[in-house]
């Protein structure tokens, strides 16, 4: 199997300042991970934070189940 044959099931994305900065996420991220929830692979957030002191708009795409999983 080549490095192109390669197909994640699963991926863990980091909040602060990985995928938002300042508390907001980027636009072209956003994007990226909605695209990626309508693929077989896991989408799975990773961090201390509690879901009450996650940003808005992260909180708005766990609510539209964009993330399959938050830990």
């Keep these: ?3 192109t ?3 994640p099931k699963i991926n863990f994305f980091y909040i602060d300042d990985t995928l938002s900065r300042n508390g907001v996420l980027d636009p072209i991220n956003q994007a990226l991970l909605e695209a990626l ?3 077989d692979v896991k989408v799975v957030i990773a961090t201390g934070r509690p879901k009450p002191f996650m940003p808005d708009d992260v909180l ?3 609510d539209a189940g964009i993330f399959d999983a938050i830990i």
């Design 1 to 3: 199997m080549s490095n």
């Design 37 to 39: 929830a309508q693929t």
């Design 60 to 62: 708005a795409l766990v």
């Design 5 to 7: 044959d390669f197909i």
